[in-house]
């Protein structure tokens, strides 16, 4: 202890682990800063265009499916349930829309979760409307549609 009853301290002093830290920091850095400085370079996303509607069938809302468009041109699927009056609204990528362009549409079934085990006998089967088959394929369902910047209500009404 010296006079103002402070404790001595020796200086540790270990080449090793002050390399290794030097050397950890230096690789944090160098793949930090990159990323930082990278992270505004993505290109700007395109705006897109509100879209929503109700999906009906012979004049009667259609519920119990999910709805697929598909953009002509390519590089955009998106799959959208119905609610239980038919309408629907879509979201990609946690964004409201889809970005502008032609798209074909169709129709399926939802995908079923099915139970595991021995409960898997006691699950009634769930009964879906029966969708006409040709619109169950983006090839045969002839639904297109035209998606603008702003709102689009694209109403569907299926014939049979």
Do not use: W
């Not at 519920?63 to 990609?92: C, M, P, Q, W």
């Not at 074909?104 to 595991?116: D, F, N």
Request: charged fraction near 20%.
């Amino acid at each position: 202890m010296n006079q103002s009853g402070d404790i001595n301290r020796a200086k540790y002093s270990n080449p090793s682990v002050e390399n290794f830290h030097f050397a950890s920091c230096f690789y944090v850095r160098l793949i930090l800063v990159p990323t930082i400085l990278c992270l505004g370079c993505a290109p700007p996303r395109p705006p897109l265009g509100r879209v929503f509607g109700t999906v009906t069938y012979q004049g009667e809302p259609f519920s119990e499916a999910e709805l697929l468009f598909s953009k002509v041109s390519g590089g955009v699927n998106v799959i959208i349930e119905l609610d239980s009056g038919g309408s629907y609204e879509v979201r990609t990528a946690g964004q409201q829309g889809l970005p502008p362009g032609e798209y074909r549409v169709a129709l399926r079934t939802p995908k079923i979760e099915a139970p595991v085990g021995e409960s898997l006998s006691r699950v009634p089967p769930r009964k879906y409307p029966e969708i006409p088959p040709r619109y169950r394929r983006l090839e045969t369902s002839n639904l297109t549609v035209t998606v603008t910047n702003g709102e689009n209500q694209l109403d569907i009404d299926l014939k049979p």
